[in-house]
Nanobody
Framework: QVQLVESGGGLVQAGGSLRLSCAAS????????MGWFRQAPGKEREFVAA????????YYTDSVKGRFTISRDNAKNTLYLQMNSLKPEDTAVYSC??????????????????WGQGSQVTVSS
């Protein structure tokens, strides 16, 4: 069992930055792939970014490439999402997710095993 708790969301103006954190409990964090997803009002949950257990490989959806950076600190059992040059269309509830390494696309919601409760990010124009 893995418990995930996000923090760091809030209200920011367009062009600003935020850093989300996801604190994980349990002994399996360092062996888990981790990801960030977001869900805007009236829309389905969508993939944002993912990182392998060692942090050696990262994946991003096209709309955030060059603006968002996913990282992890396995010594602290914590996942991060640095978000720069934020746009109003980035407004959503952001959730972190965890899964054991598997042969499944990181962008598929159903391929993830554990989820945090989410953190609201609002970008004003």
């Amino acid at each position: 069992q893995v418990q995930l708790v996000e923090s760091g969301g809030g209200l920011v103006q367009a062009g600003g930055s935020l850093r989300l954190s996801c604190a994980a409990s349990g002994r399996t964090f360092s062996s888990s792939s981790m990801g960030w997803f977001r869900q805007a009002p009236g829309k389905e949950r969508e993939f944002v970014a993912a990182i392998t257990p060692s942090g050696s490989r990262t994946y991003y959806t096209d709309s955030v490439k060059g603006r968002f950076t996913i990282s992890r600190d396995n010594a602290k059992n914590t996942l991060y999402l640095q978000m720069n040059s934020l746009k109003p269309e980035d407004t959503a509830v952001y959730s972190c997710a965890a899964r054991s390494p598997k042969d499944a696309s990181v962008s598929v919601v159903a391929a993830w095993d554990y989820w945090g409760q989410g953190s609201q990010v609002t970008v004003s124009s």
